[in-house]
């Protein structure tokens, strides 16, 4: 449902890739209870690229999360994400590996303008339908977990553990 995409022009290692796109994952599916298979997160190597700040050529690395707008979703909370994904960054992309000027992260930015996506065939919910849509859908990716498709089997397990933490409550 969203798309995370970094932009780096420090050469992050695979590692450095792997963790990232796992907490990125983690912090969606916590703050808004997403599956995780539907968090998607990209990498783009942006050390050929020519960024500019103040009219000056810049190194430049930047997290840009274009999400779905929901009703009761507000500008502090895409301002808290944003604080949250930055946090990520300097837990992953420490200054002592980089240089404070190299490795530092020069922008968060969410963007609300996902208005409508179909993702491995399923047309998603709008803004607030995601449990309806998800207990509706549940069946089928029960079926799809059964023939062995991995991230549905993800999904399965996560819709079954938070309804089991539900009930716990």
Not at 131 to 157: C, I, M, T, Y
Not at 161 to 166: F, L
Request: net charge negative; proline share 4%; with cysteine.
């Amino acid at each position: 449902m969203p798309l995370y995409e970094v932009e780096y022009s420090i050469p992050l290692t695979q590692a450095h890739r792997n963790i990232l796109a796992s907490k990125i994952t983690k912090l969606h599916h916590e703050t808004y209870g997403i599956p995780s298979f539907f968090v998607s997160v990209k990498f783009t190597d942006g050390s050929k690229n020519e960024n500019y700040s103040g009219g000056e050529l810049r190194t430049c690395n930047r997290i840009f999360a274009t999400v779905r707008t929901a009703g009761s979703r507000t500008a502090a909370d895409f301002g808290q994400l944003c604080k949250e994904l930055e946090k990520l960054w300097y837990e992953v992309v420490r200054e002592e590996e980089y240089g404070k000027e190299g490795g530092a992260l020069s922008g968060v930015f969410v963007l609300r303008s996902m208005e409508a996506s179909v993702e491995e065939g399923f047309v998603l919910p709008q803004p607030g339908g995601d449990e309806d849509w998800l207990k509706g859908n549940l069946p089928k990716f029960k079926v799809l977990a059964a023939a062995g498709h991995r991230g549905f089997q993800s999904v399965v397990e996560e819709l079954t553990v938070r309804s089991r933490d539900d009930l716990l409550s």
